[in-house]
């Protein structure tokens, strides 16, 4: 997935089917599966580290609040392991919250991979060739240049906080404590990233209409065409059984 010689496009239809079969298959092993393959392929192309940064930076809140929820106060939970007053450790509560949680991570290591292999000039050349409307590329561009800021914007915070006095202890609440004060400069700096990019977008005309003319040569080939219309039908395909799983078993989809 991380070859620099596969055109875009291949890369965001492989991305996309994972994503998409990740979800029909509802499986927490087969979500931790391609959670691994998605670490495995950005070790092979030399973006682990970044990689993990970014979607730590993510996924530790996700799920902290997953095990709060629904691992202290799920309401379906009848096999109760540990009991607090009106908290409850139930086996069915954690294993929703582990579900939900690796499937999360696996689309959240997915598409940052996705966003670590890939060229933006690349991609957008790439969309242009498939004659979509500008404002497409115009969002998705913006969109994945914000994604490989994310490694460096936490470690700039963390130092910052650090110089200011932030000592992380051993205790829980030490530790949220510490998250939470990273959390927010975070957050805060990624919307200020995404205004400004938006505005030097637009003032390179991405987000005007009309014909485009694109100078930059992306390869392609007639392989790459075909895996892409392969792994779109295997989505499609997985979505299919999925919904007729649903319909056989008398369950929700």
């Known amino acids: 997935m991380a070859a620099p010689r596969l055109n875009p496009l291949t890369l965001l239809a492989a991305a996309a089917a994972v994503l998409v079969i990740t979800t029909a298959a509802s499986s927490w092993a087969f979500s931790l599966t391609v959670a691994a393959g998605a670490v495995a392929l950005s070790a092979a192309n030399g973006c682990a580290r970044r990689v993990l940064l970014a979607g730590t930076a993510i996924l530790a809140p996700f799920w902290l609040s997953l095990l709060v929820m629904h691992g202290l106060f799920y309401p379906e939970g009848r096999t109760v392991l540990v009991h607090w007053g009106p908290a409850r450790v139930t086996a069915e509560g954690l294993g929703f919250a582990l579900d939900m949680g690796l499937r999360t991570s696996a689309f959240v290591l997915v598409l940052m991979l ?36 994310i490694a460096a914007r936490l470690g700039k915070v963390r130092q910052a906080q650090e110089a200011r006095g932030l000592v992380v202890g051993k205790g829980i609440r030490s530790r949220l404590g510490a998250v939470r004060l990273q959390m927010i400069p975070l957050v805060l700096g990624l919307v200020h990233d995404a205004g400004t990019r938006a505005q030097a977008l637009d003032a390179r005309g991405f ?47």
Do not use: C, E
């Open 114 to 149: 996705f966003s670590f292999s890939i060229r933006v000039p690349d991609l957008v050349a790439a969309l242009a060739t498939l004659r979509l409307p500008p404002q497409f590329g115009y969002v998705l561009a913006s969109t994945l240049m914000l994604a490989p800021i």
């Open 207 to 253: 987000g005007r209409p009309g014909p485009r003319t694109t100078y930059r040569k992306v390869n392609d080939s007639h392989a790459q065409r075909g895996f892409r219309v392969v792994a779109l039908l295997l989505a499609a395909v997985a979505v299919v059984l999925r919904i007729a799983a649903s319909y056989l078993t008398g369950g929700p989809a």
